[in-house]
Structure formats: structure tokens, C-alpha cells
């Protein structure tokens, strides 16, 4: 059974040394062009939250330079290496994404890459309702969820560090979710992309505006 992302947070403490050198090898990696496209819609020293930000490369790296920013993830050995690409005065949390708190209206955007599909399907609207609650009128959510239906995947070693889950729903699911959690879908694009070890994978990424 599918349990929340800071279950598997050992499987990411133990890959946390050779995280980046295998996520780079991602082809295409289109993490830094889609975490660029807050730059749209916040105003430098706004608030950008990064769910599941792992060791802050690319996104922590890329955006706390001109705003306030703050990573979130369950994995200490992630969140560690974190601080070492972060601007310095970047906050960092050792949180789960479904228990962690801001203020409603505070954010001017949220970026979550990779992450929310760690998590049950079934906790998926609740959170977009969540991040929604969490960004200021016209803030934006960016990040990218299944393009298919996948209710359970399991790998028992995953990459030679531990256990792994995803789940996920199909796209026109994944729209009609933002949708309801007071989303205008500005962009969406399934993109397959190849892991090193050949692995093929197609997330649905996607900008949506938070409705003024």
C-alpha cells in the first residue's frame, strides 16, 4: 500500500551523494526551462516554495538567488546537500508536503518536480487544494505529475538504494483535479524522457495560474 513520501526518505538519504550525476543524465532534462517559468509571474523577493526539492539542483539553485525561497523534503541527506547549492539565506524544511504549513495567500509560487507522484493518488486533490490555499491571487503552481493511470508502482531496490513507490492519474484527471482546486491550466505537456538506464517515463508537466 502506497504511504506518504517521508516513508521512502532512507532510499533518498542513501542516494543523496550521487543524486545529481544520475538526474542529469535525464534526456531531455527540461527541470531548469519549466522551473524559469516562475519568472513570468513573481516579482523578485516573493516567496517560492519548491516541494520535494531534493538536493536544490536545479530549481533551489536556480531561483533562490531572486526570491524568497523554501525547500521542502522529508529526506535529511537530500536537504543537506541542499544547503550546499542554495543561496544562504534560503530555508530548507525537513517536512512531508501533505503536513507542512504556509500561510494562505503568502506564496507567489509553488514548484514541485518529481515529488508529488512519490505520494498516494488518493491524497493528490487534497494537496493541489492545499497549494492553491497557500498562493496569492494570479500566484502559480508548477510542476509535473503522471500522463497516465498508475494506482500503485513499486520498486524494491530502486536504483540500488531502497524502496520506491509512485502513483498517478492519467492527464485529462490531472487537469480536471487543477481545475477544481481553482486552477487555470496555463501550459501542460506530457514529455517522454529516458533515464540512464533506459528507462522510458512521460510526466504531464505543466503551469497553472491560481484564478485572481
Given at each position: ?151 500503485d508502482d513499486f520498486d524494491a531496490n530502486w536504483l540500488g538504494a531502497g ?50
Open positions: 500500500m502506497l504511504v506518504a513520501a517521508s516513508e521512502f526518505s532512507t532510499t533518498y538519504d542513501a542516494l543523496a551523494s550521487r543524486f545529481d550525476e544520475w538526474s542529469a543524465q535525464v534526456e531531455p532534462d527540461v527541470r531548469a526551462v519549466w522551473g524559469s517559468k516562475v519568472d513570468g509571474y513573481v516579482q523578485a523577493g516573493e516567496r517560492v516554495v519548491e516541494l520535494g526539492c531534493g538536493t536544490g539542483v536545479p530549481v533551489g539553485r536556480l531561483v533562490s538567488g531572486r526570491y524568497t525561497y523554501t525547500g521542502v523534503d522529508a529526506s535529511p541527506g537530500m536537504l543537506a546537500k541542499a544547503r550546499k547549492a542554495v543561496a544562504g539565506d534560503a530555508t530548507l524544511l525537513h517536512d512531508d508536503m501533505h503536513s507542512v504549513l504556509f500561510a494562505p495567500d503568502s506564496l507567489g509560487a509553488v514548484v514541485a518536480f518529481y515529488s508529488i507522484s512519490h505520494t498516494p493518488r488518493d491524497q493528490h486533490a487534497s494537496l493541489l487544494q492545499r497549494i492553491a490555499a497557500w498562493l496569492r491571487p494570479g500566484g502559480v503552481f508548477v510542476g509535473n505529475l503522471h500522463s497516465r493511470d498508475d494506482p524502496p520506491m513507490r509512485w502513483s498517478g492519474f492519467d492527464g485529462a484527471t490531472n487537469r480536471r483535479l487543477l481545475i477544481e482546486a481553482g486552477f487555470v491550466v496555463i501550459e501542460c505537456e506530457p514529455i517522454t524522457q529516458i533515464e540512464p538506464e533506459g528507462t522510458k517515463i512521460c510526466p504531464m508537466w505543466f503551469l497553472a495560474q491560481l484564478q485572481p
